[in-house]
C-alpha cells in the first residue's frame, strides 16, 4: 500500500503534468469557466433559498389545511435535477415546471397506498406509471385539477426518475414498513 506522502507526490506531479499542458490562454479560459461555474452554483443557491420560502409558505397553507388528518411535505423539483436543466426566474422559480418547481404531496389515504401496493405487486403497470399515478394522487399544490396540476402529469411522464423520487417521499411520509421495521416499531 501507497504512504500517504507517495500519494500526494503523486498528485504533485499530476498538477504539475496537467499546468504544462495547457497554454496560457486555454489555462486562462478553464480559470475563466471556473470562476463561471462558481457563480453559477452561488446563483442556483439563492434561488434555491428563494424556492424554499414559497415551498414554506406553501407548506404551512396545507398543514392548515389538513388540519392532522394527513402529512404534508414540500418538494423542490429544480433540486431533482442537475444545475441549469430548467430556466430559473429570479423570484427562485421555474415556470416550466409544475407549481415553478415548487409543490407539495400529503402523505396516500389507505386506499391509493392500498392500490399502489397491488398495482406493484400484481405487475399490471410499469413501476415509472405506477410512480407517476402515485405523485400525482398525493400532489395538493399545485391542485391536481388546475392546470398546473396537469402539468404535473407531464412532468412524472417526461421525468419518470424524479417521479420515483417523489412517489418514495409520499410512501415515507404514509409510514412505509421498511421505515417502521428500521425504527423497531415493525
Known sequence: MRTIEEIKAAAAAARGQAAQALTGDQAALVEALAEEQDAQEALAAELTKLRGLVLAERVEKARAAAAGAYLVQGIDLVGLHPLGSFPVEPSGLAPS???GGAIVIRSPDIET???FARDAEAKKKGLSSLAAKLTCDVVVDPDKNSPEGTK???YCQKYPEAAGTI???????GGQQ??????GRG
Open 97 to 99: 415546471l409544475p407549481g
Open 113 to 115: 397506498a392500498d392500490s
Open 152 to 154: 404535473l402529469l407531464g
Open 167 to 173: 412517489a418514495g417521499r409520499a410512501k415515507k411520509l
Open 178 to 183: 421498511e421505515d417502521a421495521t428500521k425504527r
